[in-house]
């Protein structure tokens, strides 16, 4: 039924059909690499790519995403908004036809990072699409269809990844993008109607540079670090000039009239706490999902395909219980929603220090459900204290830094805890490649890909080697696990000591920051 005196575009509906294939196809192609990880490792089937290298695959399409995303969300407005989505479309397309055909892993850490670029230019732009063309009371409905689509695309990425490297070659998890966003050009141009901000924000050229400048740096220097030791001194240059540059940002931020990251919201305890929540349940569930595919595909010996659809308890988790959330909030609080979601997430990714070659698949599936379960009831919680913290006027920029932070976290989790992995695998087994020929010894300590890789060449010691390989990644995995499951657990005591009980029954924790809280973030 039609609302009365409804402001909202004739066409909105439809156009929120074209939004949502457009953020498909961002949040799919994400998804979809997680399978992809072991056949890229493969010199044979893939582009032979060491652990440093598909990290950097993942880290270079975040970083540059993140970096990019308040600044694009500025562009969008002076812009054009249906320009700019037509624009970041054809990037992203075009990126993604790179990727398909990228000869070697620089090549494919290059292109993933246009792919950042373009998906930068989506996101912010879709949601200001969704506030011109809905009216008010219909703009929450149209979010959460927005928001769905994230569900969706985490639950049928895996398997649409799977089911393509069961088929064709490595390069079709990203060619899968180039129809999608031919429709989604075509949709665009016909449906979308242009709309600009009358008094669109400056655009904070510098801070833009110096936080991708410093993420980089410090997440090279992680992953250099991971891959080769820390203990050469270059390393330690990177991650130091890195923390350094980033400092230099927030110093320029807190002086900006027109901050690309409003770091003075961090002021404020109700909103830097949940920011901080969903920062750490990122880096923690980031890192593991990434061994977690290694895991299953070489220790386990399951097929992309296979591994795909063992990711589906996890993205059923999601679905399932991520609407639900919301109501569990107004009836529990949203301190105990998040306490709950952030204990079960410690739990399952701690349970992974119990996991070896033999344990049964079962219980990894019980443990990524769990998983699901928990990181369903964080963002809600999450997301509500945030919104309630600001002013109505400020709500759009506390969401960005939310996703920064989100985007960020996961980032550096897969950094830091690939850099565990590395580490902990090399030491463990360095005892097992006494006698091995140079070139498969190199390749074996490199990491678990290159031991199977080596193996395949070595004959009769090749069962040797790979499960010296399995065993040293299992504890590597343990390591890595406990780690992810340790900043879990600092997210309770952030969520116990500064996440609000009851906003709604307790008008002083309901109530907006007030003008001092917020002194210079307009």
């Known amino acids: 039924m039609e609302l009365t005196g409804n402001t909202g575009h004739p066409r909105r509906w439809a156009i929120l059909g074209v939004l949502v294939i457009s953020l498909l196809v961002v949040v799919l192609d994400n998804t979809i690499l997680n399978v992809a990880l072991r056949t890229l490792a493969d010199p044979v089937h893939g582009l032979g790519a060491s652990q440093g290298e ?33 624009i970041g479309l054809v990037l992203f397309g075009l990126a993604s036809l790179l990727s398909a055909y990228a000869q070697d892993p620089a090549q494919l850490i290059v292109t993933r990072a246009l792919m950042g670029i373009g998906g930068a230019a989506i996101m912010p732009v879709t949601l200001s699409i969704i506030s011109n063309v809905f009216d008010p009371r219909e703009r929450g409905r149209a979010i959460g269809v927005w928001a769905g689509a994230v569900g969706l ?68 220097g992680i992953i250099d670090g991971g891959e080769h030791g820390f203990g050469r001194p270059q390393v330690w240059a990177a991650i130091a000039g890195g923390l350094a540059v980033l400092g230099w940002f927030i110093t320029h931020e807190l002086r900006s009239d027109h901050p690309s990251l409003d770091v003075r919201l961090f002021r404020v305890p109700r909103f830097a ?19 977690n595919a290694f895991y299953l595909q070489l220790v386990r010996g399951y097929s992309p395909l296979e591994t795909g659809l063992l990711f589906l308890p996890f993205a059923a988790a999601q679905l399932f219980f991520a609407p639900r959330s ?3 909030v107004r009836r529990f609080g949203g301190r105990a929603v998040a306490v709950v979601g952030l204990v079960l997430t410690a739990v399952s990714l701690g349970g992974f220090v119990l996991v070896d070659a033999v344990t049964p698949i079962w219980m990894v599936l019980v443990l990524t459900f769990v998983q699901g379960v928990g990181m ?27 996703n920064t932070v989100r985007q960020v976290a996961g980032a550096l989790g897969v950094a830091v805890l690939g850099s565990v992995l590395s580490a902990v695998y090399r030491s463990e087994i360095a005892s097992a490649l006494g006698g091995l020929p140079a070139p498969a010894r190199d390749a074996a300590e490199e990491s678990i890909s290159g031991a199977y890789a080596a193996a395949a060449q070595l004959g009769p010691v090749a069962p040797r080697l790979i499960a010296a390989a399995n065993d040293s990644f299992v504890a590597a995995m343990h390591w890595a696990a406990g780690f992810s499951a340790v900043v879990a657990l600092l997210g309770v005591v952030i969520a116990v000591r500064w996440m609000p009980a009851r906003p709604a029954a307790d008008p002083a924790a309901a109530r907006p920051a007030t003008e001092p809280e917020l002194a210079g973030t307009a």
């Open 376 to 402: 369903a009831n964080i963002m809600p919680p999450a997301t509500e204290s945030i919104m309630s913290a600001l002013p109505r006027e400020k709500a759009g920029v506390g969401s960005a830094v939310s």
């Open 273 to 291: 706490a949940p920011v901080a929540l969903v920062g750490l349940v990122f880096f923690a569930a980031m890192g593991v999902l990434f061994f």
């Open 326 to 328: 919301a109501a569990m």
């Open 153 to 220: 695309a985490v639950a049928i990425g895996p398997v649409l990844g799977g089911a393509l490297l069961e088929h064709y070659w490595w390069g079709s998890v990203f060619l899968i993008n180039v129809p999608v966003v031919l429709l989604g050009v075509v949709l665009v141009a016909a449906l979308v109607p242009e709309s600009r901000d009358p008094k669109p924000g400056r655009v904070d050229l510098l801070g833009v540079l110096l936080s991708v400048v410093g993420l980089v740096a410090l997440t090279y």
């Open 54 to 86: 598909l990290e950097w695959a993942i880290n270079s399409y975040t970083l540059v995403f993140a970096g990019l995303l308040f600044t694009f969300g500025v562009l969008g407005d002076r812009l054009g908004r249906k320009r700019f989505l037509m």
